[in-house]
C-alpha cells in the first residue's frame, strides 16, 4: 500500500514547493511559501532566545545555553580575526549569522522526510519541503548578499585598484611592461577579454557559493527520499535495511550539514578579506 | 528549484536575521566575552603584582633581619670588650690599693721600730747614769760594781 502510495509519482512528486503564483506565466512570479514560513520562522526563535539569552547574560563564569553561544561566538571571532588584515566590526556578526543560521537549517534534515509533507497535508497541503537550504533562492539570496558586500567594500576601500584589476587582468604585462609598441597596442586591444574573464571569476564566487550549499543539501534531501522508498517498499528485510541505512545517512548528512555551515561562512569571511586586502603596487 | 521571488523574500530574512543577531546576540556576547578577559587580564596582572610585592618584602625582611644580627654581634662584642676593660680596671685600682696598703704599714713598722729604739736608747741611758750613780755612791769593787751593773742592765732590759 505505502509502495503505491509513495512510488506512483516517484521522487519528483516530493521535491515540489508549496508555491504561491502571483502570475502563471512569469516563472519569476511566484512565492515558496514553505520556505519562506520555515526560514521566518526559524528566524524568529533564533532571535528569541537570543533576547532570552541576552536577560540572563552574565560576565562572571557562564554556564548552560550561554557558555555554549560564548564558545561560537569565541570560534567565529578567531576565525575573523585570523583571515583580516583590518577590523571591521560587520564581519563577525555577519560570519555568526551565515553559520549558525545555516547550520539551523540543514539540522532541520534531522526530522524525518516526509514528516513535515505529511504534517502539511493534514491541513490541505499538497507539498512542503522541510529543508530551506534545499531551495536555491535561500543559498542564492546569502550568496549575493555576501557578493554584493565584496563589491561594496572593493570600490569603498580600493576603488582605483579594483577598476585597473577589472581592465588589466591578468594580461596586465603586455600593457604595462612591454616595450614594443605592437605588444603593447595588443595589450590594449585585450582589454575587453580581461574585463571579461575578471567578471567570470568574480561571478563565479557567488555562484559557487550558492550551489555548493544547495547542492549538498539537495543530494542529501534525494538521498533521504531513496532511503525512504527504500523503507517503505522492500518488506521486512527492506525496512529493517533502510533503517540503518537511514540512521547512518543521518548521521552523515548531520556533519555535512555542519560541514557546509561551516564553508559557506569561511568562504563569506575570506572573500571580504580579499576585498579588505591593501592593494599592493 | 528556480529563482523567484522567495529570492527576494530570503534576501529581506536574511538581512533583518542579520541586524538582529547583530542586535541581541552577537553584540552583548561579544561585549561581556572582552570585559570578561579584560577583568581576567587585569586580575593575572594584579597577581603578579602581588606576587612581586611579596618577594620583594621578604627580601626586604631579609635583609633586615641580617642587618639586625649584624647589630647584636656588634652591641655584643662591644659589652665583651667594655667588660674586660672593666675586670682590667678594677684589677689595677685593687693591685694599686694593695701596694699602697703595703707600703703605708711597712712606712708605719719602721717608724714604730724607730721610735722604740729611740725609748730604748733613752732608757739605756737613763739606766746607765741610775748604775753609775749607785757605782759611785758605793764603794768601788770590781767584782761587786760588775756584778752590780750586770744585775742593773739585766734587769732593765728585763723591764724594757
Not at chain 1, 21 to 30: I, L, R
Not at chain 1, 160 to 179: G, I, M, N, W, Y
Not at chain 1, 184 to 193: R, S
Not at chain 1, 237 to 251: H, I, K, R
Amino acid at each position: 500500500m505505502a509502495q503505491e502510495e509513495h512510488g506512483a509519482g516517484g521522487i519528483a512528486e516530493h521535491l515540489n514547493y508549496w508555491t504561491y503564483k502571483f502570475d502563471d506565466s512569469n516563472p519569476f512570479m511566484q512565492i515558496h511559501l514553505d520556505t519562506m514560513l520555515t526560514t521566518v520562522v526559524v528566524a524568529s526563535l533564533l532571535v528569541g532566545f537570543s533576547i532570552w539569552l541576552g536577560r540572563r547574560l552574565t560576565d562572571g563564569a557562564p554556564s548552560g545555553a550561554q557558555n555554549f553561544m560564548e564558545s561560537i561566538v569565541g570560534f567565529v571571532d578567531d576565525t575573523v580575526r585570523d583571515n583580516f588584515p583590518v577590523h571591521n566590526p560587520f564581519i563577525a556578526p555577519l560570519a555568526l549569522t551565515v553559520f549558525v543560521f545555516i547550520f539551523l537549517m540543514n539540522c532541520l534534515d534531522i526530522f524525518p522526510a516526509f514528516l513535515f509533507s505529511h504534517t502539511a497535508s493534514l491541513f490541505g497541503l499538497e507539498h512542503y519541503r522541510q529543508v530551506p537550504t534545499n531551495d536555491l533562492n535561500l543559498p542564492a539570496a546569502m550568496a549575493v548578499c555576501v557578493f554584493l558586500m565584496v563589491l561594496y567594500y572593493e570600490f569603498k576601500l580600493k576603488p582605483v585598484h579594483f577598476c585597473k584589476e577589472l581592465l588589466l587582468q591578468p594580461f596586465a604585462s603586455l600593457l604595462l611592461d612591454a616595450k614594443n609598441p605592437i605588444v603593447k597596442l595588443l595589450g590594449v586591444a585585450l582589454i575587453p577579454l580581461n574585463l571579461v574573464l575578471k567578471l567570470v571569476e568574480e561571478l563565479a564566487k557567488p555562484l559557487s557559493l550558492s550551489f555548493r550549499l544547495f547542492g549538498n543539501m539537495f543530494a542529501g534531501e534525494v538521498i533521504f527520499l531513496l532511503i525512504a522508498f527504500l523503507l517503505l517498499g522492500g518488506g521486512v528485510v527492506g525496512m529493517t535495511a533502510g533503517f540503518f541505512v537511514g540512521l547512518g545517512w543521518s548521521m552523515f548528512h548531520m556533519f555535512i550539514g555542519l560541514l557546509q555551515a561551516f564553508i559557506f561562512m569561511i568562504l563569506t569571511v575570506v572573500y571580504l578579506s580579499i576585498a579588505h586586502q591593501p592593494a599592493e603596487h | 528549484m528556480s529563482i523567484d521571488l522567495t529570492f527576494i523574500g530570503q534576501i529581506i530574512v536574511f538581512m533583518t536575521l542579520l541586524i538582529l543577531l547583530r542586535k541581541f546576540l552577537y553584540g552583548p556576547l561579544s561585549t561581556l566575552m572582552e570585559q570578561r578577559s579584560a577583568k581576567i587580564a587585569e586580575g593575572l596582572a594584579a597577581a603578579d603584582a602581588g606576587k612581586e610585592a611579596k618577594a620583594k618584602a621578604d627580601a626586604e625582611a631579609a635583609e633586615q633581619l641580617k642587618e639586625a644580627r649584624k647589630k647584636a654581634q656588634e652591641i655584643l662584642a662591644a659589652a665583651e670588650k667594655r667588660a674586660s676593660e672593666i675586670q682590667e680596671e678594677v684589677t689595677n685600682k685593687a693591685r694599686d690599693e694593695a701596694g699602697q696598703i703595703v707600703q703605708a704599714a711597712s712606712e708605719e713598722v719602721e717608724a714604730e721600730v724607730s721610735r722604740a729604739r729611740q725609748v730604748l736608747r733613752k732608757e739605756v741611758a737613763g739606766i746607765a747614769i741610775a748604775a753609775a750613780e749607785r757605782v759611785i755612791n758605793s764603794e768601788l769593787d770590781a767584782k761587786r760594781h760588775t756584778k752590780l751593773i750586770d744585775d742593773v742592765v739585766a734587769q732593765g732590759f728585763g723591764n724594757a
